[in-house]
């Protein structure tokens, strides 16, 4: 028995699980630039044949799971932490009509489900059985939340100045100018709350448990340890979709020039994604891990009041001046 995939979904899904290979690639190059290192170049021409190098050790790995662990939770947490990454795609579009669905709750579902990534974490520490993976987990969790109100209250100011509207729109809306001028600020409190919740440094709290005991897995190998290391890539890709369809314009070309314009909005999509995913992987090779308490002080006692105290400047301003869309 055949099950036939529309094409519409093989051209999100494959993209993406190359772009999450070579994503892997790129930020070890990037960081080994930064810290005047050569990276890897052993495995084919630069190096880049080390994703499948890699990719074929984990996959040739045997499985091993703790003898008190719920077998079935154990083993489809990974699997639920990577698949919502992907299902996540469906509302991003890469250029006009280019999506496979783009309705007007399409950014609702979006957070959504990024939101639901939570419940992965939390299900693979409590299954694995372990004291150790069960208290990462819960960090986790808070660490994941706690910056989601902010984010909440960020894209509140953006839809007041653009209108609810489908993605589409809201990129096309942005035509005179980018939200991400006036809204500098936002987007920056924006960029950096989206690197708190994919869990990237310096607020990459889980990957500093797995320096000394490890985090939420600890007891996975193999593919599932493979699948969270995924997933986390996948998410980076994902949440640069939002951050560039709500302040750099989306597709558009950068310059109103005929020479811009025929390049196709696509690339223009894709090259915006790719500066996102540089300041991700450069914050990583630059910046400091902070403490737990700092990063729980920084969404609680900065980012809140921040976010929120900017949605009523905004929206009293708009409503003064009658500029609301």
Known sequence: MYIAVPA???????????????????????????????GPDVVGSFGLLQPLADGSKLILKEPISPSSANFFLFRMAPVATFMLSLVARAVVPFDYGMVLSDPNIGLLYLFAISSLG?????????????????????????QMVSYEVSI??????????????NS??????????????????????????????????????PE?????????????????????????????????????????????????LPIFKKIPGSIWFSIKVLLFLFLYIWVRAAFPRYRYDQLMGLGRKVFLPLSLARVVPVSGLLVTFQWLP
């Open 152 to 165: 909440g209250l960020i894209l509140i100011t953006v839809l007041i100045c653009v209108g609810p509207r």
């Open 168 to 205: 589409s729109e809201i990129v096309m809306a942005q035509k005179q100018i980018w939200s991400g001028i006036p809204l500098f600020p936002v987007l920056v409190m924006f960029f950096i709350s989206r690197l708190a919740e994919t869990n990237r440094a310096p607020f990459d709290l």
């Open 8 to 38: 519409e979904i093989l051209g999100i899904i494959l993209p993406l699980l190359l772009g999450v290979a070579f994503l892997v690639l790129a930020e070890r190059k990037v960081m080994a630039f930064v810290q005047r290192r050569k």
């Open 208 to 256: 500093a448990e797995a320096e000394s005991v490890a985090g939420y897995n600890v007891e996975y190998s193999s593919m599932g340890s493979a699948l969270f290391f995924l997933g986390e890539y996948a998410n980076m890709i994902l949440m640069t979709g939002p951050c560039t369809l709500f302040f750099p314009g989306g597709w558009p070309p950068i310059l109103d």
């Open 118 to 142: 939570v419940y992965g974490i939390i299900i693979a520490g409590r299954s694995s059985n372990s004291k150790y993976a069960f208290l990462g987990a819960l960090r986790s969790a808070a």
